[in-house]
C-alpha cells in the first residue's frame, strides 16, 4: 500500500536521531531491536531512510555511519554489528516488516553507475532488469529521475554503494582488510542468499497474509536467457516503453537471491562499458577501484563459481537444448546454472580489462590478478577440490571444456593486456616476479592450453556455415536438420557460442589476435628474454650481498677488516635483501619453465638464449650504466634508460662519494664518541695535514705505510665520478688525513675492552698493554701493506 502522508514529524525519528548522538552504539541497537518488535511497519516506515543511512552512510560520502570498512574485529563493537546486520537480524526482519506493506523508497538516478545513468539519462531502458518498472518521472525533467526501491533492494543499494562511496575517514586508517565487518558481511549475505546447499531461508517475518512476496518478478518475456549480452531480449529499448510485470510464482523462491546479485554486479561492476571502452573515451572521469574494491569482487567471483558448481548432476545434464526438460527444474537450480555467464561476465571483463591497463605498476596488482585467475579456474571452487593447495600437475577436467569456450576473451585478451604489462614490470622486485609465475602456473595446468587453442579454432571457423543457424536450439529434421550429422550439430552449436561470446564483449569489428598465433608468440619470448636478463641481475645482486656478507668476517667484525662506511648504504629496499633476490630467482625460474610448457617452446632454444644472456653479461654488459645523455651537471636519464631501470636490466652502482667522516651516526656507533673523535681529527688533520700528504707522497716503505694509515687514494681514485660536484668532493676527500672514527664503533670498543681485561689477567698494566696494541698495530698494517704489494706484483 502506498505511504500515508505524515502532518508532523515523528517522534520515534526525533528521538532516535537524539539517542545517536548521545548513547554507544550497543545501547542503540538494543533499543532498535525493541522498536523493530514492538512498533508498527506505519512508523518504521518514517524511520528506515534515516536508520539505512546512520548504519552505510550517506551516498555522497558527507556521512560515515558506522565505519564498517574500518571495524575489525579487535573492536569492542564488530560482534554488535554483526549481531544486528546479520542476515537473519533485526534490521533484516525491520527490511521484511516493511516489504510486507509494499513501501517505496526514492534514489536519486545520479547515484547509479556511470553506464547505467547515461543510459537513463539519454532515454534507453537499462538492460538489468533490476532498474525496470522503478523510474519515477517529475515534471521537471529526465535530470531528476529517480528510481522507486522497495525495502530489500533499498537496504542492498546502500550496502553496495558503501564499498565504493569515497568517505573521509580518520587520518591513518583506510579499509583494505578482509577481516572488516563490511568484508565478513559480504561473505555472510552471499552464503545465506545464494547458498550452496539446499535454498534460501524463507523470511523470518510474516503477516497476516503469509510470507513475504516478491515485489518485481521477472516479466514472463524477460526469463534467464534475457540477463546479459547472450540474448535479443534486452535490445534498447525506450525508457517510457517499460515492460510490464506479470506475476511468476516460481520467482517467489529466489527473487531475493536475484536482486542481491544484481544489485553487487552493478554496483561493484558496471562502471565500464562496451561502448566506452571501444572510444576509450568516457562522458565523465573514470571510475577507479581500490584494492579493497577488488578484493570484495574476487570474494564474489569465488562464491558465485561455489554456488554454480553446487548445480545438481542431473540438472547439468537435463539442461540439453532438445525438448523442454528444464522445466520442472527449481528456480534456485536453473538460476545456478546461469549465474556466472549471464550476471557477471561481461561487466567482470571490461571491469578486468580496465584495472589491467590503468592500475599502477606496483605490487598492489596481486588484488586485481587473483581475482582474474580466480575467475577463470573454476574447477577449484568444486566439492572434490577442498584442498587449500591444489596439485598444480592435476589435470582440468573436460567437462570444463565449455566454460572455457564462452570465456575465451578472459583467458586470451587478458592474458595479451598482461603480457605487455609485465613487460613494464620489474621484475627483480620478488612480488612482481610470483605474480608472473602465478600467471604461467595456472596457465600451464595440463589440458588448460589444449582448451584454449581449440577455442581460437572455432572463432576462427568461416562465418557462412552459421549463417541459416537457429537462433537457439537444434535444428529438427523437419528444418533441414537431416542433413547434418550430430557430431556436427554439435561443433556448429560450439561456434555459434564462441563467436557469440567474442562479439558480444569486444562488438562485432573486433580484430581478435591468437593467444598462439605467431604475434603473441613473438611477445613471450620478449618476455623470455626480459625474466632471463631479470634473473642475471637478481643473481648479481645477490651474489654481490653474499661477498658483502662474506667480508663482514670474525677480522672484520672486530674493525680489522675493510671498513664499512663506505661500502654500505642504509636505504637498501627490503625487497634486494638475499633472501627475497633467492625468491626472485625460484620463481622466475619455474615461471619459464611454465611458459615454455604452455607455448611448447624449444628447450634447447631457451638455454642457448639464457647462456648467450649469461656470457653477455659476465662479459662486462652487467657493469653497464643505464641508457644516458652527458648534461651539464652530469649524466641525464633517456627514456630508455628508464625502462632498464624499471625491467630491472640495469642499474646505478650507488656508493656514497661524500665526506665519510660526516656520513649518518649509524646504530653500532657511540655517537658521543663520534662527535668527540671527529673534532679531535679535524684539529689534527688541519695542523699536520702538510706533514702527512708529504709523507703519503713518499715510494718507499714508510710512505705506503702511511697511505695504509692516513687514506685510501687507490679505493677513492678507482669510484666512478658520475657528476661534477661528487668529482670535486672526491677531490676533497683524497687529502692525507687521519680518521678516529672507527673507535667509537661499539665491537671495537668491546674487542679493546677484551685485550685489556686479557693484559690485567697477564698482569699488565694498562701502559703495557696500550703499547703492546700499538706495535701489534704497526706490525698488522706493515704486514698488510708488504702482502698487498706482493700480490699487486704479481
Same mark, same amino acid.
Given at each position: 500500500m502506498? #505511504? %500515508?502522508?505524515?502532518?508532523q514529524p515523528s517522534f520515534l525519528l526525533v528521538n532516535l536521531k537524539a539517542d545517536s548522538i548521545t548513547k554507544p552504539l550497543l545501547q542503540r541497537c538494543q533499543d532498535l531491536v525493541k522498536i523493530i518488535d514492538e512498533y508498527p511497519a506505519k512508523e518504521l516506515h518514517v524511520i528506515f531512510p534515516w536508520l539505512v543511512e546512520t548504519v552505510f552512510g550517506s551516498l555522497d560520502g558527507i556521512l560515515s555511519g558506522w565505519n564498517l570498512r574500518l571495524l575489525h574485529s579487535r573492536s569492542n563493537e564488530y560482534n554488535v554489528v554483526l549481531e544486528f546486520l546479520n542476515p537473519s537480524g533485526p534490521m533484516m526482519k525491520l527490511v521484511y516488516k516493511l516489504q510486507a506493506e509494499e513501501y517505496k523508497y526514492e534514489i536519486p538516478v545520479n547515484y547509479l553507475p556511470g553506464p547505467v545513468k547515461v543510459c537513463i539519462q539519454e532515454g534507453v531502458l537499462p538492460e538489468c532488469p533490476l532498474f525496470h518498472n522503478k523510474l519515477q518521472f517529475p515534471l521537471s525533467g529526465l535530470l531528476t529521475l529517480n528510481l522507486a526501491l522497495n525495502p530489500f533492494e533499498f537496504f542492498m543499494f546502500h550496502f553496495a554503494s558503501c564499498l565504493i562511496t569515497p568517505k573521509s575517514y580518520p587520518q591513518g586508517h583506510h579499509g583494505s582488510s578482509t577481516d572488516s565487518a563490511y568484508f565478513v558481511l559480504v561473505d555472510t549475505y552471499l552464503k545465506y542468499f545464494l547458498p550452496s546447499e539446499g535454498s534460501v531461508p524463507p523470511s523470518p517475518f510474516s503477516d497476516s497474509r503469509g510470507s513475504v512476496t516478491a515485489p518485481s518478478p521477472r516479466s514472463s518475456g524477460v526469463s534467464f536467457a534475457g540477463y546479459g549480452v547472450h540474448s535479443p531480449s534486452l535490445l534498447k529499448h525506450h525508457i517510457f516503453h517499460q515492460p510490464s510485470v506479470n506475476a511468476d510464482p516460481a520467482a517467489q523462491e529466489i527473487w531475493r537471491s536475484e536482486t542481491l546479485l544484481q544489485m553487487f554486479v552493478e554496483i561493484w561492476l558496471h562502471h565500464y562499458s562496451l561502448e566506452m571502452y571501444q572510444k576509450l573515451q568516457s562522458p565523465q572521469e573514470p571510475f577507479s577501484p581500490t584494492e579493497e574494491h577488488v578484493l570484495v569482487v574476487r570474494l564474489l567471483v569465488k562464491h558465485l563459481h561455489a554456488f554454480s558448481n553446487s548445480l545438481k548432476q542431473e540438472t547439468l545434464t537435463s539442461s540439453s537444448p532438445s525438448a523442454h526438460s528444464h522445466t520442472h527444474t527449481? %528456480? =534456485?537450480?536453473?538460476?545456478?546454472?546461469?549465474?556466472?555467464?549471464?550476471?557477471?561476465?561481461?561487466?567482470?571483463?571490461?571491469?578486468?580489462?580496465?584495472?589491467?591497463?590503468?592500475?599502477?605498476?606496483? /605490487? +598492489?596488482?596481486?588484488?586485481?590478478?587473483?581475482?582474474?585467475?580466480?575467475?577463470?579456474?573454476p574447477w577449484r571452487y568444486t566439492e572434490d577440490n577442498t584442498s587449500p593447495q591444489p596439485d598444480p600437475n592435476r589435470t582440468v577436467p573436460d567437462k570444463w571444456e565449455s566454460f572455457v569456450q564462452e570465456n575465451l576473451l578472459m583467458y586470451t585478451k587478458l592474458f595479451q593486456v598482461l603480457l605487455n604489462r609485465a613487460v613494464r614490470t620489474d621484475l627483480v622486485n620478488a612480488r612482481n616476479?610470483?605474480?608472473?609465475?602465478?600467471?604461467?602456473?595456472?596457465?600451464?595446468q595440463p589440458n588448460l592450453a589444449e582448451m584454449i587453442q581449440k577455442g581460437e579454432q572455432l572463432f576462427l571457423e568461416p562465418e557462412h556455415v552459421l549463417h541459416h543457424r537457429q537462433p537457439r536450439g537444434y535444428l529438427t529434421p523437419s528444418q533441414g536438420g537431416s542433413f547434418l550429422s550430430s557430431r556436427q550439430r554439435v561443433v556448429t552449436d560450439m561456434v555459434f557460442r564462441v563467436k557469440g561470446h567474442v562479439y558480444a564483449l569486444e562488438g562485432q569489428d573486433c580484430q581478435y589476435k591468437q593467444m598462439f598465433g605467431s604475434e603473441l608468440r613473438g611477445a613471450v619470448m620478449k618476455l623470455i628474454q626480459i625474466i632471463a636478463q631479470a634473473r642475471q641481475t637478481a643473481k648479481r645482486i645477490s651474489d654481490h650481498s653474499s661477498e658483502v656478507s662474506a667480508n663482514s668476517s670474525f677480522l672484520s667484525w672486530f674493525g680489522m677488516g675493510a671498513s664499512e662506511l663506505n661500502n654500505t648504504f642504509s636505504g637498501a629496499e627490503p625487497e634486494e635483501s638475499g633472501e627475497c633476490l633467492k625468491k626472485t630467482h625460484e620463481f622466475l625460474d619455474r615461471a619459464l619453465e611454465n611458459l615454455c610448457q604452455i607455448f611448447k617452446l624449444n628447450? @634447447?632454444? =631457451?638455454?642457448?638464449?639464457?647462456?648467450?644472456?649469461?656470457?653477455?653479461?659476465?662479459? *662486462?654488459n652487467?657493469?653497464? =650504466?643505464?641508457?644516458?645523455?652527458? *648534461?651539464?651537471? *652530469?649524466?641525464?636519464l633517456t627514456d630508455l634508460g628508464r625502462k632498464q631501470i624499471i625491467s630491472g636490466l640495469r642499474r646505478f652502482d650507488i656508493q656514497y662519494q661524500g665526506d665519510p667522516e660526516l656520513q649518518p651516526i649509524r646504530s653500532y656507533e657511540n655517537a658521543l664518541l663520534v662527535r668527540m673523535f671527529y673534532r679531535i681529527s679535524s684539529l689534527v688533520n688541519e695542523r699536520f695535514g702538510g706533514h702527512m700528504n708529504a709523507l703519503c707522497s713518499r715510494p718507499d716503505l714508510l710512505g705506503r705505510l702511511g697511505r695504509h694509515y692516513l687514506s685510501d687514494l687507490d679505493s677513492s681514485a678507482k669510484? %666512478?665520478?658520475?657528476?661534477?660536484?661528487? $668529482? $670535486? +668532493?672526491?677531490?676533497?676527500?683524497? +687529502? #692525507?688525513?687521519?680518521?678516529?672514527?672507527?673507535?667509537?664503533?661499539?665491537?671495537?670498543?668491546?674487542?679493546?675492552?677484551?685485550?685489556? /681485561?686479557?693484559g690485567? /689477567?697477564?698482569?699488565? @698494566? %694498562?701502559? +703495557?698493554?696500550?703499547?703492546?696494541?700499538?706495535?701489534g698495530g704497526l706490525l698488522y698494517g706493515l704486514l698488510i701493506t708488504l702482502c698487498g704489494d706482493k700480490l699487486k706484483a704479481h
Open positions: 502506498a #505511504a %500515508p502522508t505524515l502532518q527449481s %528456480p =534456485l537450480e536453473e538460476f545456478k546454472r546461469v549465474v556466472v555467464q549471464r550476471f557477471v561476465q561481461q561487466k567482470l571483463y571490461l571491469f578486468l580489462q580496465h584495472c589491467f591497463g590503468h592500475w599502477p605498476l606496483d /605490487a +598492489s596488482f596481486r588484488a586485481v590478478l587473483e581475482t582474474w585467475l580466480s575467475y577463470v579456474q616476479a610470483l605474480m608472473v609465475f602465478r600467471v604461467a602456473k595456472v596457465f600451464a628447450q @634447447g632454444q =631457451l638455454a642457448q638464449l639464457i647462456s648467450n644472456l649469461s656470457s653477455s653479461q659476465d662479459d *662486462g652487467n657493469k653497464q =650504466l643505464p641508457d644516458c645523455i652527458q *648534461g651539464e651537471n *652530469g649524466l641525464i669510484k %666512478p665520478k658520475l657528476s661534477p660536484t661528487s $668529482r $670535486r +668532493s672526491c677531490e676533497r676527500n683524497r +687529502s #692525507a688525513r687521519l680518521s678516529l672514527r672507527p673507535l667509537a664503533s661499539y665491537r671495537t670498543l668491546l674487542l679493546l675492552l677484551l685485550l685489556y /681485561a686479557l690485567a /689477567a697477564l698482569s699488565l @698494566g %694498562p701502559v +703495557s698493554s696500550t703499547l703492546l696494541l700499538l706495535t
